[in-house]
């Protein structure tokens, strides 16, 4: 039972991921693998949404917490190297926490929801992602900057961006839930 869980994960993570990837080429081509180009967002985005999706279906909340503070140090050792500054470590957690809350509202509300139909609950995480992120990433510039308010093109940027990646994840999601058992079957996954 409990490795039939971590498949569980794994597929869920892969398919959200996959998700968001296929949306971000479909938009950018091949810059979204740059890792130090900002569309890279859509591959770890893509891959931190999904596994917390996965984390909130599957998992305990204490698990839950612990999954979060590993990805963000791990977020943090990747992407700042020996560079550690508290603006790193701001920019990591409003990032993370953009993408995790998001997720937790998507599931609290519309997940649960056996009303909304697959795919169109895709269109509430596309709203909820768009949204927080674009409004986390505004802050955090508003500290970091301590000139005023981002531009209109900045803000269009990451608010696209937002909506991109929340409607990746919230596709490869539906996808992997309305077709659950037919990937387990296919992959020959026991279910005990």
């Not at 991921?17 to 949306?23: A, D, N, R, V, Y």
């Not at 929340?166 to 077709?179: A, K, S, T, V």
Request: glycine share 8%; net charge positive.
């Amino acid at each position: 039972m409990k490795s039939n869980k971590i498949y569980q994960i794994l597929l869920l993570t892969f398919f959200g991921m996959f998700g968001s990837i296929l949306i971000g080429f479909i938009f950018y081509k091949t810059s979204i693998f740059i890792t130090t180009r900002t569309n890279f967002q859509f591959v770890t985005a893509g891959l931190y949404g999904a596994l917390f999706f996965s984390l909130i279906e599957y998992k305990s909340i204490r698990e839950q917490i612990f999954a979060m503070i590993f990805i963000l140090l791990l977020q943090l050792i990747i992407f700042t190297g020996r560079y550690l500054s508290i603006v790193y470590i701001m920019r990591d957690i409003f990032y993370l926490g953009a993408i995790f809350i998001s997720i937790k509202l998507y599931y609290q509300f519309i997940k649960r929801n056996p009303k909304i139909k697959y795919y169109l609950r895709s269109l509430a995480l596309v709203l909820f992602y768009g949204f927080i992120n674009t409004l986390f990433i505004s802050i955090l510039f508003i500290i970091n900057a301590k000139s005023g308010l981002p531009s209109l093109g900045f803000i269009y940027v990451i608010a696209k961006n937002g909506i991109l990646i929340g409607l990746g994840i919230g596709l490869g999601i539906d996808f992997y839930i309305q077709n659950q058992k037919q990937l387990i079957s296919l992959l020959k996954i026991k279910t005990v």
